[in-house]
């Protein structure tokens, strides 16, 4: 497929829900718009937040939609209905060592992080189980490696068959998505108006998501094109993660 067709292509699936978005009434379909989905497990997890000042902030500049579980039979519900989403763990030691023989089979399960206060006792069961990426005391550290893991998951995920076969991946992939902003960034009226819905639509979205809100109001300010499409896409944030969503999700056939 030419790269031209493959970007108009992806520009159409990245319009659809642009084009639904009735702004004047406020209408929205909220949805996931993001590969991944961060779970957190903890019988006390009301009283592990008493620890930190909004603990949730520290994953949200990575991913967006952060699901808090403290009953095991919630979590297993929410679970079984994954269908597009990968999911990474956040476990506490006494419910991870119960529940994780019975969900570490499951595909679209990748990482799972141990948080308990007694790392030695809790990697004695760990170490024997592939998809325990650590056993932590300290969610900073759970934080340092939960991004290391979803930047590497996003370029595995992307397929390759949707990209001409060019010798640097991450290269065609930067350039595809370069032109899908840069349409969104060049000063039209048209393109205004697209610019304008694209970030209604990620205000919807994102917002509980302060991180990501912030970013969102820096996107909206750019009148100039102070920051390059490229820039933007390469940064950690809504449009890195919405596009590469997209991209996973594209069905050449």
Known sequence: MAS????????????????????????????????FILIWLDKNIYETFEQYENPLQL???????????????????????????????ITSGSLGEKIIS?????????????????REYHEKWAKDVRKVKGVYTDLRSIRD??????????????????????????????????????????????NEQKKRDFIEYSRFHYDENFTQLNIINQFQNNTYNQISPIE?????????SMINRTLRLYDID
Do not use: M
Request: glycine share 0%; aromatic share 14%; charged share 25%.
């Open 4 to 35: 031209g067709n493959l970007t108009n292509s992806i520009h159409s699936q990245v319009e659809i829900p642009i084009s639904t978005i009735d702004i004047r009434r406020n209408k929205f379909e909220k949805k996931i718009v993001e590969n």
């Open 59 to 89: 994953f949200q500049s990575f991913v967006n939609t952060i699901k808090l579980f403290s009953n095991p039979d919630e979590f297993y519900r929410f679970v079984q209905d994954i269908k597009d989403e990968k999911l990474f763990i």
């Open 102 to 118: 019975q969900i570490e089979s499951q595909t679209y399960i990748y990482e799972i992080y141990v948080y308990c206060n007694d």
């Open 145 to 190: 490696a939960f991004r290391r893991d979803i930047r590497q998951t996003t370029n595995d995920l992307i397929p390759i068959s949707i990209l001409p076969t060019v010798n640097s991946t991450e290269l065609e992939q930067l350039f595809t998505c370069s032109l899908l902003l840069k349409e969104i960034s060049i000063h039209s009226e048209s």
């Open 232 to 240: 933007w896409y390469t940064r950690e944030c809504f449009i890195y």
